[in-house]
């Protein structure tokens, strides 16, 4: 087991796939459970297999409508969770990974060596039993899971980048890709689930994009969806696997919509409950041209 890393686990009622996680990585490292108030057996799990368990501070803190950042990832949850990491280097993970063997290797060599920040492997992603993203044609590792703690730059965090970490090729390393050193991402949805999670973190996606000066129109949001759908579904090498690739594709052209959509509202000052109050206004005059009585606010 290497003394010099922890896995701080982040959990939410993950008693079906938190037996997976520590069997993967239980004689690896230290494994930390950073719970976020589950009511199924995650506490129970952790108790019968002698896994230290941290109930973290709430996750659906909201600094305010207009400023949230990823829900669940909160910098100061982040804080927190490093606050009662006894290594430097941390392996963040969720119920979603796996780490193979030649990567967690790769993990303790680069820890005893001490002079790497950071380690960038490749992705794989499944879905529906199979793989539905695996880059195609240039594998570039581009997620970083494996760091020191010390390197955390909580004003970057975003909501796909919740480290906020950015790459320096003098202190930090790519490794090789293949699948025996990249990590893989069980997404265990079905159309229905994944799209009332893209419905949340599209939201916050939009603002942060909107708060970072992104502006466009419909039509031009809309374009560049459609051409991230056909960038991706090659790149991401989506199109080798079938039809679950396929809708795996498709659903995250819908993720991309529903941001340039709510983006074109931002830029128009269109979000919110303006809508309601523009609504309100037309609606009234429409009366006052038909010659119908004025309606109070209270009406």
Known sequence: MDKNITAMVFTFNEERRLPFVYENLKDFCEIIVFDGGSTDGTEEFCRKNNIKFILRPASTKVHSQ???????????????????????????????????????????????????????????????????????????????????????????????????????????????????NSLHLFQDENYLSATNKNIKYSEIDARQRFNAGARHGVLQGILKAFWRFLYSYVRLGSFRFGSRGLVYAIINLQYDISIALMVWELSNDLGGTTPVKKNTEARAALLRQFGYRQLSDNE
């Open 66 to 180: 207009e400023n949230r950042q990823s829900e669940g990832m909160w910098p100061d949850i982040l804080r927190f969770a490093y606050s009662h990491c006894p290594t430097e280097y941390v392996l963040h993970v969720f119920g979603a990974h796996f780490y193979p063997p030649a990567l967690l290797k790769e993990y303790s060599r680069i820890a005893s060596q001490n002079e790497k920040t950071a380690v960038y492997c490749d992705l794989v992603c499944w879905r529906y039993g199979g793989i539905v993203h695996q880059a195609f044609l240039r594998r570039v590792p581009s997620v970083c899971n494996f760091y020191k703690k010390s390197i955390m730059n909580f004003e970057r965090t975003k909501i796909h980048d919740e480290m906020g970490i950015l790459f320096d090729k003098k202190t930090m390393v790519r490794l090789k890709s293949n699948n025996r």
